[in-house]
C-alpha cells in the first residue's frame, strides 16, 4: 500500500498561501499547516468538542460587541512558510468576521483543549507559534482523570515574544481577558 492510497498527493508535498486559498472547504476541514506541510489530527472526541463549545459561548457572551468567540476558525499566523492553525476555541474582533484569513492581529485569545495525542503540540509547540505570532492570550485546558478540567492562562510578554504564566483553574474559570469572564466546567 502506497501513501497515495492512504492520502492524496496535496498532503504530501509544501504548499504556499495561494494554493491554499483555492481549496475547497472540504480539503480545509480538520487540517492544519505547519511550515507549509498539512498536518491532519485525529477527530475530537466529544467530551473535546462540548468542553470548547461551553468556552466559545461563555467567552462569546461575555466579550460584549467588540469580539465574538467560535470553535470553528482558522488563524494565519504566517504566510511563509505557510502556517495556519485551527486553534478550539478562538476569540476575534468582531469588525473582522467577514476578514480572510483571520490574522493574529485579529486575535485577542485562543484556546486549545488537549487531547490524546496532542499533548506535545499544544502544550510546547503551538504555545510558542501563538507567542510568536503576537496572539495576547493563550488557554490550554487539560482533562483531567478527576473529570474536572485544569485550565492555564498565559499572557504575553510583548518585549519577549513569549508567554508567561497566567492562573491556573480548576472546574471554575473566573478571569478577565480584557473582559470579565467565569465558566463552570465540572459539568463537562
Known amino acids: 500500500m502506497t501513501a497515495e492510497m492512504i492520502a492524496p ?3 504530501h508535498q509544501q504548499i504556499s498561501a495561494q494554493e491554499y486559498e483555492s481549496w475547497s472547504e472540504e480539503q480545509c476541514a480538520g487540517v492544519e499547516i505547519v511550515d507549509g506541510m498539512v498536518v491532519v489530527g485525529p477527530s475530537a472526541s466529544k467530551r ?3 468542553l470548547a463549545r461551553i468556552l466559545a459561548n461563555a467567552l462569546d457572551a461575555a ?3 467588540d469580539w465574538n468567540a467560535d470553535t470553528d476558525f482558522d488563524v494565519r499566523l504566517h504566510d511563509v512558510p505557510l502556517n495556519n492553525r485551527h486553534p478550539d476555541v478562538t476569540v476575534y474582533r468582531a469588525e473582522t468576521i467577514d476578514v480572510t484569513p483571520s490574522r493574529p492581529e485579529h486575535v485577542l485569545l485562543v484556546v486549545e483543549v488537549v487531547s490524546p495525542g ?3 503540540t499544544d ?3 503551538k504555545t510558542d507559534q501563538y507567542a510568536k505570532a503576537g496572539i495576547p492570550f493563550y488557554w490550554r485546558v487539560e482533562q483531567a482523570p478527576t473529570g474536572v478540567p485544569i485550565t492555564y492562562t498565559y499572557v504575553l510578554d510583548p518585549a519577549t515574544k513569549g508567554y508567561r504564566d497566567g492562573e491556573m483553574f480548576t472546574g471554575v474559570i473566573e478571569a478577565a481577558v480584557p473582559f470579565p469572564v467565569a465558566v463552570d466546567l465540572r459539568a463537562v
Open 9 to 11: 498527493a496535496w498532503m
Open 48 to 50: 473535546h468538542n462540548r
Open 63 to 65: 466579550a460584549g460587541p
Open 118 to 120: 496532542s499533548e506535545t
Open 123 to 125: 502544550r510546547i509547540v
